[in-house]
T-cell receptor, first 114, second 111 residues
C-alpha cells in the first residue's frame, strides 16, 4: 500500500486563490520531505526541501513567499501556493524517505488555475 | 553543475524489441536512482546504484553504473506493452533524500 499520502489529488480554482496541498508519511517519520513540480511532458523539478521544525530550503528560482512550506510534525508537510495564477498550474508531487533509503512519492496533485 | 542528461527523450519500439536509456553527468555521482512513471501516475522507485561498475538485474531490466560513476543505463530486454511509461534517472545525494532528475525517456511499445 501507499507509504506517502498526498491530498488533494485534483484542484481547480480561480486565479488569486491560495491552495494548500498536504503530504503525509503513513508508516514512518520523515524529518525531511521534498516538493517537486512537473509540467506536462517534462521532468520533475525539485522545488524545495521541507525540514521538520525549521524553515524549508528552496531551490534557486523558486519563490519562497509564493510557495509556503510548513513541516510542523514528523509525518506532515504542507505546500501552499499563494495567490495562484494560471502559470502555477502544474502537477505537484511530494516525496519522503530517508537519506539512504529510496524516496516514496505521493500520488501527486494536479492544480489547475482558471 | 548538478544536472543529469538523459537520452533519448522518446523511443518507440515494437513489442519484443529491446530498449535502452542513458544518463550522463559531468561530475561524479554519489549514487544514481531509476524511477518509472506511468502516464498520469507518480514516479515509482526501481533501483539504486552506488558502486562503480555496478550491474543489477530485475527480470528483463538491467541497470548499469559506469566505472567512473558518471553515467548509467537501463536496458529492457524484449519489451512488453506493460513497459510503457517514462523512465527517469535521478542523481541522489549522499546525505539527504534530495533527487535531481534527468529529463526522462518516454517509451512507447507497439503490440
Amino acid at each position: 500500500g501507499a507509504v506517502v499520502s498526498q491530498h488533494p489529488s485534483w484542484v481547480i480554482c480561480k486565479s488569486g486563490t491560495s491552495v494548500k496541498i498536504e503530504c503525509r508519511s503513513l508508516d514512518f517519520q520523515a524529518t525531511t520531505m521534498f516538493w517537486y513540480r512537473q509540467f506536462p511532458k517534462q521532468s520533475l523539478m525539485l522545488m524545495a526541501t521541507s525540514n521538520e521544525g525549521s524553515k524549508a530550503t528552496y531551490e534557486q528560482g523558486v519563490e519562497k513567499d509564493k510557495f509556503l512550506i510548513n513541516h510542523a510534525s514528523l509525518t506532515l508537510s504542507t505546500l501552499t501556493v499563494t495567490s495562484a495564477h494560471p502559470e502555477d498550474s502544474s502537477f505537484y508531487i511530494c516525496s519522503a524517505g530517508g537519506p539512504v533509503k529510496p524516496q516514496h512519492f505521493g500520488d501527486g496533485t494536479r492544480l489547475s488555475i482558471l | 553543475g548538478q544536472q543529469v542528461m538523459q537520452i533519448p527523450q522518446y523511443q518507440h519500439v515494437q513489442e519484443g524489441e529491446d530498449f535502452t536509456t542513458y544518463c550522463n553527468s559531468s561530475t561524479t555521482l554519489s549514487n544514481i536512482q531509476w524511477y518509472k512513471q506511468r502516464p498520469g501516475g507518480h514516479p515509482v522507485f526501481l533501483i539504486q546504484l552506488v558502486k562503480s561498475g555496478e550491474v543489477k538485474k530485475q527480470k528483463r531490466l538491467t541497470f548499469q553504473f559506469g566505472e567512473a560513476k558518471k553515467n548509467s543505463s537501463l536496458h529492457i530486454t524484449a519489451t512488453q506493452t506493460t513497459d510503457v511509461g517514462t523512465y527517469f534517472c535521478a542523481r541522489g545525494s549522499s546525505n539527504t533524500g534530495k533527487l535531481i532528475f534527468g529529463q526522462g525517456t518516454t517509451l512507447q511499445v507497439k503490440p
